[in-house]
């Protein structure tokens, strides 16, 4: 499964409510939308598409940081962040990004 998880360093807690999109990079160059969902209450979107599927597939994650942050009254000088990945066929793809007003961090997750 394609999963992700927001942290969100400054406050110290998980970012609930991150509207996030898995979009799939098609041979022209534009994106095809695999999913849409928002971060949960421990700031998670744990089921967002099956990787088996996309195998050698690039992919990416879009995170509407924007929309997050003025939620709670903070600027950000990131008002999206986008992670590009290639899926290498495995049964978990888990892509982390840990997250504040004017910086982030991502990683291949387990």
Do not use: Q
């Amino acid at each position: 499964m394609i999963s992700t998880h927001v942290l969100d360093v400054a406050l110290g807690l998980p970012a609930r409510g991150v509207a996030v999109r898995l979009e799939l990079l098609e041979a022209d160059g534009s994106f095809t939308l695999l999913a849409a969902s928002a971060t949960n209450e421990d700031g998670r979107a744990p089921a967002l598409a099956e990787p088996m599927k996309l195998a050698g597939r690039t992919c990416r994650l879009v995170f509407d940081t924007g929309a997050y942050f003025a939620a709670g009254g903070r600027s950000t000088f990131f008002p999206s962040v986008e992670v590009r990945f290639v899926l290498d066929g495995g049964e978990r793809c888990h892509v982390p990004l840990l997250l504040s007003p004017f910086g982030y961090s991502t990683y291949r997750g387990s």
